[in-house]
């Protein structure tokens, strides 16, 4: 192992800490500061400091998508204005690694840019394209063995099965795929994700009930990557939904729009990728290779794939319905949180 840094190299506390979680515990000699006690950086590791700092740490977020403002490669010079604690950092970064910080000029796809997200959010042509998302996305059957989970916060009647059904119609119309009279039954296998789904805080009473259907449920599954070939970025529907489920409220009118859509489709339900994938996953959004999307790089896909939490959104009432039954009901107690995180600059 080619030891060129070490986490005591730093000035900025928040690269030394990144540096710490990304660096080795090695008891030798570090060549650039001569401390001992710091962990170690290869030139590989160093790089990913840089990017995970300087580049996810400075990632811009727009209504739909996001981009970061500052890249670095080896054909540029630094010449971002940085605040005067990052200076000797991005001289010894910039020296190490034989690289240039600049300030990254998006493909414009990154920042909402395309078509089929345009057309979505253009109620003119919003059908057409909601047409396309049932035609094109992979149909999945939920049987009977699928267990599931719905949590709810302060139930009046903790063991009464109908607390874990569908909203009544007075809070229809509040979350992502329900509407006014269009109510829908949310739920998940992933029981963390359901937790944040639920915004939930110390003092919350929780339940959780465990489910599943009685009988095969016909779900519209587009929580998947849409392999599309002879697609940029710019035209992509997989791009489109992809950006539209990791939007917030000012996109829930085009998703119970697609909801509504599906059930007239004769769908059961929606599986859809959680607002809180990323979170849960600690990935980063909308990474490219040179302006391409990953997503749209074959050998990258099964990792965009693992980077979507999917959830459940059955239409209807299933409880009341039998359509899904509540094998049981759990108190859940919150025991633990533990929070993961990393850094990036101020006053680029």
Not at 190 to 215: I, M
């Amino acid at each position: 192992m080619s030891i060129v840094l070490c986490s005591n190299c730093f000035n900025d506390q928040g690269l030394r800490l990144d540096a710490e979680q990304i660096g080795d515990v090695v008891d030798s000699v570090c060549p650039n500061c001569g401390m001992t006690s710091g962990c170690k950086l290869t030139i590989r590791r160093a790089g990913a400091l840089a990017h995970r700092f300087f580049v996810w740490g400075t990632l811009h977020c727009c209504e739909y998508g996001a981009a970061p403002v500052v890249q670095f490669n080896e054909y540029q010079k630094s010449c971002i204005d940085t605040s005067p604690w990052f200076e000797k950092d991005i001289e010894l970064l910039s020296n190490t690694l034989g690289i240039g910080f600049f300030y990254y000029g998006p493909r414009l796809w990154m920042v909402g840019e395309v078509e089929p997200l345009k057309d979505l959010q253009d109620k003119n042509s919003r059908k057409t394209i909601i047409q396309r998302i049932i035609t094109e996305y992979p149909e999945k059957n939920l049987d009977e063995s699928q267990l599931f989970y719905r949590i709810r916060k302060e139930p009046e009647k903790p063991n009464d099965f109908k607390e874990y059904d569908s909203p009544p119609d007075e809070f229809c119309g509040t979350g992502r795929l329900d509407s006014k009279n269009f109510p829908v039954m949310y739920g998940s296998q992933d029981l963390e994700v359901c937790v944040h789904e639920c915004r939930v805080t110390a003092e919350d009473e929780l339940y959780v009930a465990s489910l599943s259907p009685t009988r095969q449920l016909k779900l519209l599954d587009i929580s998947k990557l849409l392999p599309e070939e002879g697609v940029t970025d710019f035209e992509s529907l997989d791009m489109a939904v992809h950006m539209l489920f990791l939007a917030g409220k000012h996109s829930y009118d085009i998703s119970r729009d697609i909801a509504r859509e599906a059930y007239a489709a004769g769908f059961d339900g929606i599986i859809y990728s959680s607002y809180f994938s990323l979170l849960r996953t600690g990935t980063m959004p909308f990474e490219t290779t040179y302006g391409l999307s990953h997503r749209r790089i074959p050998q990258m896909q099964d990792y965009e794939q693992s980077k979507s939490i999917p959830n459940f959104a059955l239409f209807g009432r299933p409880i009341n319905e039998s359509k899904v039954e509540v094998h049981c009901i759990n108190k859940l107690i919150l025991s633990h949180v533990k929070y993961g995180f990393h850094f990036g600059p101020v006053g680029y």
